[in-house]
């Protein structure tokens, strides 16, 4: 009998993997929990906690005594608000994890996910179909807790046999909840200010080309990691995943197939230097090999699902 606590639910990735969760085991089997006093309006069909994962006590409270058995961690601050929160962004994406694990390694638990990133790799990583195992010298706060957090992750399977499971997320595209606070933000942005007819200011160059990929796909890649057998998952830091690259002008270039109006201009800022230090395309075979992961949306259509289902008024919506 599964019973799952994601904690940071309330989040772009979160809002989607409870639905998705809830479908799979029944709503009283997938209990939110977030920072935010208020449950969001889409996760209202089931239990939602008021949670500060970085309350140890209360956090191990509510996972013995409801009984859970597996937690989806994506409390976390994303690259740009990190950058400007260095000690907090340590704090709240390290402390949350050990709780987490330690209640495995005392049995509480029986699988975990934490979600890692592309921001793993630095400026010293080979960018282009960057390797599962390869040179990481990560040169943001972010990136330097994610790969701490792998780090621990694999320490804490092999020394205590803790069944935490992980994929380094690439920049995540969706239209239920806005991003963040991201260095791929703008991807999401980018179609806001389309559909209102705006012309988009971009904070990257036209040329940066990152790793992306359409939320179904990155939703799909953690339900089948998380159900895979034992046997299969050879990765314990944790997996590459790719869905697709392009630069903001390809992805400008696709919308306008749609939008012919639509015009963007180019702005940089403090952004653009974590991009160059992130690999532009990844290689994920390994993820491929051991649990059968492909890919479903190319950029042409994930464009398309997002010009069809972005909601301009989430943009006014707390
Ligand atoms: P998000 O910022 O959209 O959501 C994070 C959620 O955590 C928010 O709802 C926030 O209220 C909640 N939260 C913050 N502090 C909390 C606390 N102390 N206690 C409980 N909840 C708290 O983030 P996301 O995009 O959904 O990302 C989730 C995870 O996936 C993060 O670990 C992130 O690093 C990772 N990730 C995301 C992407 C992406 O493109 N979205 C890419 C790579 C990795
Ligand atoms: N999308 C995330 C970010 O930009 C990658 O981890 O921070």
């Not at 630095?122 to 701490?148: C, D, F, H, L, W």
């Not at 933000?185 to 806001?192: C, E, G, K, N, T």
Request: charge should be negative.
């Amino acid at each position: 009998m599964r019973k799952v606590l994601v904690i940071g639910a309330g989040g772009q990735i979160g809002t989607e993997l409870v639905i998705r969760l809830r479908e799979k085991l029944g709503s009283e089997n997938a209990i939110a929990a977030d920072l935010k006093a208020d449950c969001p309006a889409s996760l209202k069909g089931g239990p939602y906690i008021q949670m500060d994962v970085l309350d140890r006590e209360a956090v191990r409270k509510v996972i013995i005594d409801q009984k859970i058995t597996e937690v989806y961690l994506l409390a976390a601050l994303l690259s740009a608000t990190a950058e400007k929160h260095p000690d907090f962004a340590w704090k709240l994406n390290m402390d949350g994890l050990f709780t987490i694990l330690d209640l495995a390694k005392e049995g509480y638990l029986k699988k975990i996910f934490w979600p890692s990133s592309i921001a793993v790799f630095g400026p010293t990583t080979p960018k282009e179909n960057t390797p599962q195992r390869t040179v990481m010298e990560p040169s943001t706060v972010y990136g330097i807790s994610k790969q701490a957090g792998e780090r621990w992750c694999e320490y804490y399977y092999d020394k205590f046999g803790v069944d935490v499971r992980s994929i380094r997320y690439p920049g995540l595209i969706s239209y239920t909840t806005l991003p963040g606070g991201g260095t791929t933000d703008y991807a999401v942005d980018i179609f806001y200010q389309a559909k209102l007819g705006n012309k988009f200011s971009c904070f990257l160059k036209e040329d940066t080309r990152l790793p992306m990929m359409f939320m179904e796909d990155a939703i799909r890649a953690t339900l089948n990691l998380m159900e895979a057998p034992i046997d299969k998952i050879g990765i314990r830091s944790s997996y590459n995943l790719s869905g697709c690259d392009f630069t903001p002008e390809e992805i400008a270039n696709e919308i306008k197939e749609h939008v012919s109006d639509f015009e963007i201009a180019y702005d940089p800022d403090y952004r653009q230097s974590i991009a160059e230090s992130w690999p532009s395309s990844i290689d994920d075979s390994q993820a491929r090999e051991d649990w059968g992961w492909k890919e479903e949306y190319s950029l042409k259509d994930l464009v398309n699902v997002m010009l069809e289902n972005v909601n301009v008024d989430l943009l006014t919506q707390d």
